[in-house]
């Protein structure tokens, strides 16, 4: 061996050893390091200014648990949908109260229920996942909890919301709108670039509601389901309906047994139209994404759309439907 070249290769023989006995162990390192994947955002309706913002910080390399909290958060402050966050409507009562959850890759949860007067109900679920020994809180605690965590407290009724609903006062006819003005509950899942899965779910809940209502969305495995080893779902539509099916619970499992995601929510939807008689008179619709990035939505009315975001492109996709 010529003398440059030994020197070359005793002098890295020595620096593999000596970091190998020290912090640093590179071969290991190498190995660690998983292959990068190109990211994914999607959400219910066409929610493209929230995926997009979730998408563009998954391109820059954020976790998918960062993009779903701040692509959901969009919506939230978006004062012209009246069905998530500030401006949403009041209960019958005229109370605007929050239900939001957020799950991340480890198969961690946070939930608000009924929160009122706090803008981001998704970033107090995710206080109650990583500041609590608990998974969900509820009214008056979670409320306060949100305070101590540093959240302000504001009004939420817009007056448009609130001239809306003291029409609907006057005959006090409560009949939840099937896909109100195409947008509705932003249920989001992210795929990051390490393959990592998180999701979140924020409603206003049904407009006109009765005081204390809860829906499905905060609730895990109804409204929101992730685990990372398969993939997740999200819903949309008559809580009480996906509540009894453990929707987004069931739509992952279906996936975990090898259907498509498209097959998974298919299946779901038609559980709920088997069981309902009334089923002609809500809506109810789930996305799906495996851990593969493929998207799966059905639902029961047409009408519903989901927003993706995938390699710089912002799309709105119409879900097939049951009925036609
Ligand atoms: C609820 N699932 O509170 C929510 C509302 C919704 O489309 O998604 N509407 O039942």
Not at 33 to 59: C, H, R, S
Request: charged share 25%.
């Amino acid at each position: 061996m010529k003398r440059r070249k030994f020197i070359e290769k005793s002098t890295l023989t020595m620096t593999a050893l000596s970091l190998s006995n020290g912090l640093f162990q590179p071969r290991l390192f190498a190995m660690n390091q998983k292959t990068k994947i190109t990211p994914v955002a999607v959400a219910t309706w066409n929610f493209q200014n929230a995926t997009k913002k979730a998408g563009e910080m998954l391109y820059n390399g954020a976790t998918a648990l960062d993009a779903v909290e701040q692509g959901v958060r969009v919506e939230e402050s978006n004062l012209k949908n009246t069905t998530v966050g500030n401006g949403g409507a009041p209960d019958r009562d005229g109370n605007v109260t929050l239900d939001a959850c957020i799950m991340n890759p480890e198969g961690n949860a946070g939930s608000v229920v009924y929160l009122q007067h706090i803008e981001h109900p998704v970033s107090v679920a995710r206080k109650v996942m990583e500041e609590t020994p608990h998974v969900m809180l509820a009214g008056e605690g979670a409320l306060q909890f949100a305070i101590q965590q540093g959240f302000k407290k504001q009004d939420l009724l817009t007056p448009e919301s609130e001239e809306a609903w003291k029409e609907w006062l006057k005959d006090r006819n409560y009949k939840p709108i099937i896909n109100i003005e195409k947008h509705d509950t932003i249920g989001m899942l992210c795929l990051d670039e390490n393959g990592d899965m998180a999701g979140a779910c924020t409603t206003s809940g049904l407009a006109y509601k009765m005081n204390g209502r809860v829906g499905d969305s905060p609730i895990i495995g109804a409204g929101l389901f992730v685990d990372n080893e398969i993939g997740g779902a999200t819903a949309t539509g008559m809580g009480e309906a996906v509540m009894k099916s453990v929707g987004s619970f069931l739509v992952v499992e279906l996936m975990r047994q090898g259907k498509t995601p498209q097959q998974a929510c298919e299946e779901a939807v038609m559980r709920t139209i088997k069981k309902d008689p009334k089923y002609k008179d809500f809506q109810v619709g789930f996305i799906a994404m495996n851990k593969q990035g493929e998207i799966g939505s059905y639902c029961i009315h047409k009408g519903f759309s989901y927003a993706k975001f995938y390699k710089g492109e912002s799309t709105d996709t119409p879900s097939d439907s049951y009925l036609k």
